[in-house]
C-alpha cells in the first residue's frame, strides 16, 4: 500500500517557460478526498498572473506557427513517451488529489497519453486544397492555419485525459495555450505540463495558471483579444455563462458539457456482456463521469435476469482509499458530491423506488474524513424521480423496465442533454436503427467504455458543441483561409 499522505508537492504556475510563484505569492492547498489531509499546494494565480500567461502565449505564437508540422509532432510524441515512463509517479499523483484507483488512475495516464500521440500525427496530416478556377487567369488556393492563442479550462474527474485532449490538437496546429485545471486537480496538471517543457517545448508554448477562483481566470481570458479560441469541460450552466461572455469578442468555443447517458438492453442481449459493459459504464471512476449510464432502461423479458447479475455484481465493488489493493470505489470528490448521490437515492427510495443493494453510508472500516458513499442499486425508478434528470455522479445505478423498442428511444431521448447513449443487442440491424435514433453525439453500442482518442468525442443539445479527438479534433484549433491568385495565364 501506498499512504497518499506522503505525497507532498508545492507546485508553481508555468508561465513564459518558467516555474514562478503567483505575483501575490498567495498558495492553496490540495487535499486527498480518501482522507481529507494536505497533499500539496499550489501558487494560486490571480489577474496579473493570467494576463503574464497570455503576453507569454502571444509571444510564442508566430515562432511556433511557424515551426514544421513534424516537428510539433515529434515534441508531442516525446512528451507521450515521457507520460508512459512517469505512468506511476503521475498515477499515485492523481489518486492522491483525485481519488481514482491506482489501477484507473495509470488507464488514465496512458488515454492521456494517447492523445499527445494521436495529434502529433495528426499535426503532419494538416493539409490544405487547390481548387479549380472560375477562369484561366486565376489559381485559387484553401490553406489551414493555427487560430492563435487558445485557453483550456479542465474539470477534475479526469484531470490528465481532458488536459491532453485540449493541448494535443491545439499544440499539433500549431497554436499556443493557457491552461486552468481544476481547483482539486491542479497537480496532474502539472505533470502534464511539465513532460511537455521536458520533451521540449519552447518557452510561451504551454503556461498553466492554477487558481482558487476560476471565475477570475474565466474573465480574464474572456476579455483578452488575443485569445481567440477556447475549450472547456464542465457543467453545462457554466458553459451557457462562457457562450454569453465569448459574443464581446467572438471567441471560437468548444464546450463539453453535462450528460445524462441513458442505457437500453434489449431482450437479445448478451446477459453477461450486457451487465459488464454497462459497470463498465457506470462504476468507471466512482461514477464521476460525465458519460456515464445514469438511466438504465432493461427490456421487460431480461429484467430479472439483468437484475440478479447486476445486483451480484454491485455488491461485489470494493471500495476505499484509491492506494489500496483490489479497492475498485474511491471516494467522491468532495462533501457536496456525496450530499448530491444521498439525495438522489433518497429521493428515489422516497418516490416508490426498490433499494436492491447498498444505500447506506459508508462504513465505519474507510479512512476517517473520506467521501465515500456505498455502491447502490435501484429498481423501479421513474422519470419524477431526480435520478432521471439530474447528473449523480456517483456510485448509484438505477434500473427502469421497458416493453417496446419505440418506447425505449423516447424514453432515451427525453432529456436536454446529449452526450452519450448505450444500446445493448445481439440485433445487428437494431443496433444501427436504434444508434441512428438515439440523440446524443456518442453511442456505445455493446461497448460501455467508447472512448479513445482516434474518435471524435462531444454532445448535442446542451451537452455542448465541438468535438475533441479524431480528425475532427485538430479542426477545431484551425482557421480557413483562401487565397485568390489572378494574373497567372500568359
Not at 423506488?353 to 465505519?364: D, F, M, S, T
Request: charged share 25%; aromatic share 6%.
Amino acid at each position: 500500500m501506498t499512504d497518499t499522505a506522503t505525497i507532498t508537492h508545492d507546485e508553481q504556475l508555468l508561465i513564459g517557460g518558467a516555474w514562478r510563484e503567483a505575483a501575490s505569492g498567495r498558495r492553496f492547498d490540495v487535499t486527498d478526498p480518501a482522507t481529507g489531509e494536505v497533499v500539496g499546494s499550489v501558487a494560486d494565480a490571480d489577474r496579473d498572473d493570467v494576463s503574464a500567461a497570455i503576453d507569454a502565449a502571444s509571444a510564442a505564437f508566430p515562432a511556433w506557427a511557424a515551426t514544421p508540422a513534424r516537428e510539433r509532432g515529434r515534441l508531442l510524441r516525446r512528451a507521450a513517451d515521457l507520460m508512459r515512463e512517469r505512468s506511476a509517479a503521475i498515477a499515485a499523483v492523481m489518486t492522491a488529489e483525485q481519488g481514482m484507483p491506482l489501477a484507473e488512475a495509470a488507464g488514465e495516464v496512458e488515454y492521456a497519453a494517447g492523445f499527445l500521440e494521436w495529434f502529433g500525427g495528426e499535426a503532419e496530416r494538416i493539409y490544405g486544397q487547390v481548387v479549380p478556377p472560375s477562369n484561366a487567369d486565376k489559381r485559387v488556393l484553401v490553406l489551414r492555419q493555427p487560430v492563435g492563442v487558445t485557453a483550456a479550462i479542465t474539470p477534475w474527474n479526469f484531470p490528465a485525459a481532458m488536459l491532453t485532449r485540449k493541448l494535443g490538437p491545439a499544440l499539433a496546429a500549431g497554436c499556443t495555450s493557457v491552461v486552468k485545471p481544476a481547483e482539486a486537480t491542479p497537480l496532474t496538471a502539472v505533470e502534464v505540463c511539465r513532460a511537455l517543457i521536458d520533451a521540449g517545448a519552447p518557452a510561451g508554448v504551454v503556461n498553466l495558471v492554477t487558481s482558487s477562483r476560476p471565475a477570475e481566470v474565466g474573465d480574464v481570458l474572456m476579455s483578452d483579444a488575443r485569445v481567440r479560441k477556447l475549450s472547456f469541460t464542465g457543467s453545462t450552466e457554466v458553459g451557457k455563462e462562457l457562450i454569453r461572455k465569448s459574443a464581446d469578442q467572438v471567441m471560437r468555443l468548444s464546450l463539453e458539457l453535462g450528460g445524462h447517458a441513458p442505457a437500453i438492453v434489449f431482450d437479445d442481449a448478451d446477459l453477461d456482456d450486457a451487465v459488464t459493459q454497462v459497470m463498465a459504464s457506470k462504476f468507471r471512476n466512482a461514477g464521476q463521469t460525465c458519460v456515464c449510464a445514469n438511466r438504465i432502461y432493461v427490456q421487460r423479458g431480461i429484467h430479472d435476469a439483468f437484475r440478479a447479475a447486476m445486483a451480484e455484481r454491485v455488491a461485489a465493488l470494493r471500495v476505499g482509499a484509491g492506494t489500496e489493493p483490489g479497492v475498485q470505489i474511491g471516494p467522491l470528490i468532495d462533501d457536496a458530491a456525496v450530499t448530491k448521490v444521498r439525495r438522489h437515492v433518497e429521493d428515489a427510495i422516497e418516490r416508490g423506488a426498490e433499494l436492491v443493494v447498498g444505500g447506506e453510508p459508508a462504513n465505519g472500516d474507510r479512512p476517517s474524513g473520506g467521501h465515500f458513499v456505498t455502491p447502490t442499486l435501484l429498481d423501479g425508478v421513474t422519470a419524477d424521480m431526480l435520478l432521471s434528470h439530474e447528473e449523480t455522479f456517483g456510485p448509484v445505478a438505477g434500473l427502469t423496465v421497458f416493453d417496446t423498442e419505440d418506447e425505449a428511444i423516447a424514453m432515451a431521448n427525453d432529456t436536454p442533454f446529449g452526450l452519450a447513449a448505450y444500446l445493448l443487442t445481439r440485433d445487428y440491424a437494431r443496433m444501427l436503427r436504434v444508434a441512428e435514433r438515439l440523440e446524443f453525439g456518442i453511442v456505445g453500442a455493446n461497448d460501455g467504455a467508447p472512448s479513445v482518442p482516434s474518435a471524435p468525442f462531444g454532445g448535442v443539445k446542451q451537452s455542448g458543441f465541438g468535438r475533441e479527438g479524431g480528425d475532427f479534433g485538430i479542426d477545431e484549433y484551425l482557421s480557413v483561409k483562401y487565397v485568390s491568385i489572378g494574373g497567372v495565364a500568359s
